[in-house]
């Protein structure tokens, strides 16, 4: 199948390289990767390098050369309008704040059909009606929506890459852990390995003098005196 790899916006589209055209809606109109079938019959697999909002009127290049021209699907949406400016902005506001796909114009807010959503908008004091249109949302709202992963679309992952997850070594925010284990070959002849186990819980004294020189001072240390090898070490 062939790959269509390059978006052309509107205004650079030439007409004599439209090999087809496709109506899409504004879901079908974000992708990634997809394969598809024009208007026209023409079959095409959508391969971008990352999830690309398509508008009205933009083509997509196929790996030949020729265009497949974009066209926006008429979708049932409601229609928003106010008696003033500033409530129409509150109402963009409240479809925003709830990552609503919206359309924004100077005179109406456009959404795709939702009962609760037309009832609260009702409630700010608006008026709706219900339309078939077009649907352009702004690519903010639109984007932000998709990135929460919500209304049950079957996006193609928009472009993540499965991830490579480096797990980072398991070093543990950094602490890369030293083993400070400091086995002290024999210190006592009895041929036990005295690991200290300096744990020092977020001390960045990474010198490990510890101010015990790691000679140890026996004198200073509490040897209590046990079975086995003559002394157990009580490092304090």
């Known amino acids: ?13 030439r007409p004599e390289k439209v090999a087809d055209e496709i109506t899409l809606d504004h879901h079908a109109r974000h992708r990634r990767r997809f394969a598809f079938t ?41 229609e928003v309008t106010t008696a003033n400016p500033l409530r129409l902005m509150k109402v963009a506001w409240h479809l ?8 924004i114009t100077e005179t109406a807010v456009y ?3 939702d009962h609760v959503l037309t009832e609260m908008v009702r409630g700010l004091g608006a008026g709706v009606a219900k339309v078939s249109r077009p649907f352009r949302p702004e690519k903010g709202a639109y984007e932000a929506a998709e990135a929460h992963g919500g209304h049950g679309h079957a996006h193609e992952h928009h472009g ?6 480096e797990h980072h070594g398991h070093e543990h925010h950094g602490h890369e852990h030293h083993d400070h284990g400091h086995a002290h070959g024999d210190v006592c002849g009895c041929g ?3 690991a200290h186990d300096h744990s020092h819980h977020g001390h ?20 209590v005196h046990g079975p086995g090898c003559g002394h157990d070490h009580k490092h304090g």
Do not use: Y
């Not at 993540?160 to 997850?165: A, L, N, R, T, Y």
């Open 96 to 103: 925003g704040n709830r990552h609503v796909p919206a359309e």
């Open 192 to 194: 036990h390995d005295h």
């Open 111 to 113: 959404f795709v059909d």
């Open 204 to 223: 960045a004294h990474h010198d490990h003098e510890h101010g015990h020189k790691h000679d140890h001072d026996h004198a200073a240390e509490d040897h």
């Open 38 to 78: 024009a208007d026209g019959g023409l079959s095409f697999l959508l391969d971008l390098d990352k999830a690309t909002v398509l508008d009205d009127g933009d083509a997509v290049k196929l790996e030949d050369g020729r265009l497949v021209r974009i066209k926006a699907a008429a979708e049932e949406l409601v």
């Open 160 to 165: 993540h890459e499965p991830h490579e997850h």
């Open 1 to 13: 199948m062939i790959r269509a790899t390059t978006v052309v916006r509107r205004p650079a589209v």
